[in-house]
């Protein structure tokens, strides 16, 4: 009900409440009996008087009222719209704060994309001139550092079987608990060449990287190409989080481990290559080419550290009269009698490759002229009397030996190779199945001597 119509009912209330009162109390007769004992002329029209005097009064007061009740209500809508505008300029303001934070958010998650993709492009150009592996997992974990760089992420790469992955480089803070070997049943992601998300700690899998303690979720990315796992990206956190990797980073992963592998595969396929055409078919050993600079390299080093490296020539006596005797196919096995033989007696860091036809050469680091001699003497004496009792040789074998060594003979690869040569033709000289040193001519005296 409205107000007006409620005060106009409480009017008539009031009024007829009034009358009541007068009626019963017989107000106005005694007013009148009374005026007229007291003799008061014309008081009779007091009551009319007053009836109208209180109208006025109440309708006076009424309006007064009303104007007072109409102001109030004006202001307290005003204070209302007050209230309305500044709740909405409180609510448009925290729109603005948050919509600045996100804009913020957005730009420092777009300068670390791009700073991330830049990474990218940076390692991409690495690997594409990486010429070995080691190199290719140097650069892989140096990247990924820097693409990967929260949460704890290990690196792992096959070894040259692929039935060992190692670790090749972690980060993050439980880095520590990293395992450092993987067997292929150990690990799903490597099984299946998919990738493996758990965020929600249910740790499924039987993997030593995920059952890390502090570890609540995971992301793993499989390092392939054509079939073959070369390595595994873990990634994980100690929070239960659905955000392990953004959508757009964990796009990013995989291109990486995608293009990773494709190294991998191009740098493999290569030392396969590179493998074969640097191997002696026959004997497995290297050949002139797969030696390439070790000599070089070597002299360098025993230039480095002073001590001297021996090179000696090696060669079977009179083996075309083997061959043109026993055939080629002979020939052959008596060719491989005599590699296998001297790789068994050599250092591991000893290099043996065969030179050219019959020929073989060795390199010896860190050992004088005379320790070769021994050493090379002995060698021949055993292989004669080895081949003499093998079925695999047709006959006796003997070796003949020239040695030259540096710094004393020369310090350049080339003259050293040439001095080795030129003893070992005076070995031939000699009779054969011989060891000769390399000796510098002297004016009056020949270019060589037996030891
Ligand atoms: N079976 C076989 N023979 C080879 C191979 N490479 C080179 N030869 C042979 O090795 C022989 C080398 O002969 P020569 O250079 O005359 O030397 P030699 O008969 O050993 O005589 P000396 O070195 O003076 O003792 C040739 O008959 C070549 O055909 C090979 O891969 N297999």
Redesign the pocket.
């Known amino acids: 009900m409205k107000r007006s119509v409620s005060d106009f009912l409480i009017a008539i209330g009031i009024f007829v409440a009034a009358f009541l009162i007068a009626a019963l109390t017989d107000l106005n007769e005694r007013w009148l009996a009374w005026s007229q004992t007291q003799g008061l002329a014309g008081a009779e029209e007091l009551p009319v008087a007053l009836s109208f005097f209180s109208l006025a009064l109440g309708w006076y007061a009424w309006r007064r009222w009303q104007d007072a009740t109409s102001s109030h209500q004006q202001l307290s809508e005003t204070v209302q719209q007050l209230q309305v505008e500044v709740e909405e300029r409180r609510l448009a303001e925290e729109h603005a704060h948050v919509l600045s934070a996100t804009k913020n958010e957005i730009l420092e998650n777009e300068y670390l994309r791009s700073e991330k993709l830049e990474q990218v492009r940076v390692m991409s150009d690495l690997l594409a001139s990486a010429s070995t592996l080691a190199e290719l997992k140097a650069i892989t974990v140096d990247s990924l550092q820097h693409i990967v760089p929260d949460h704890t992420v290990s690196v792992m790469f096959a070894n040259p079987e692929f039935n060992l992955w190692k670790n090749a480089g972690s980060w993050g803070p439980h880095s520590d608990q990293v395992h450092q070997e993987m067997r292929l049943n150990d690990c799903w992601v490597l099984q299946n060449s998919k990738i493996y998300k758990d965020l929600s700690n249910t740790q499924t899998m039987s993997c030593p990287q995920a059952n890390m303690t502090t570890i609540k979720s995971v992301a793993c990315f499989p390092i392939i190409c054509r079939e073959r796992a070369f390595g595994v990206l873990h990634i994980r956190s100690d929070k239960l989080t659905e955000n392990l990797l953004s959508t757009e980073d964990e796009k990013m992963v995989i291109a990486v481990c995608n293009s990773i592998g494709l190294h991998f595969y191009n740098a493999q396929l290569r030392a396969e290559l590179s493998m074969a055409s640097n191997r002696d078919e026959?004997t497995g050993l290297l050949n002139r080419r797969g030696l390439g600079n070790t000599l070089k390299r070597e002299i360098k080093a025993s230039e480095l550290q002073g001590y001297e490296v021996t090179v000696a020539m090696i060669?079977?006596?009179?083996?075309?009269?083997y061959?043109d005797t026993y055939g080629?196919q002979e020939?052959?096995k008596a060719?491989k009698f005599v590699a296998e033989y001297l790789s068994r007696q050599i250092r591991s860091r000893d290099v043996l490759a065969r030179y050219g036809?019959?020929e073989f050469i060795l390199i010896l680091p860190n050992t004088s002229k005379i320790e070769a001699y021994k050493k090379l003497k002995k060698m021949i004496a055993v292989i004669e009397e080895l081949s003499g009792k093998s079925d695999t040789c047709m006959r006796v074998i003997t070796l003949?030996v020239g040695i030259a060594t540096a710094p004393g003979d020369s310090t350049e690869e080339e003259p050293l190779v040439k001095y080795a040569d030129m003893a070992l033709y005076a070995a031939?000289k000699h009779g054969?199945n011989c060891v000769v040193g390399y000796k510098k001519p002297s004016p009056k005296r020949t270019n060589t001597r037996q030891i």
């Open positions: 026959l060669d079977i006596d009179h083996f075309k009269q061959n080629h020939g052959d060719l036809g019959e003949s031939k054969r």
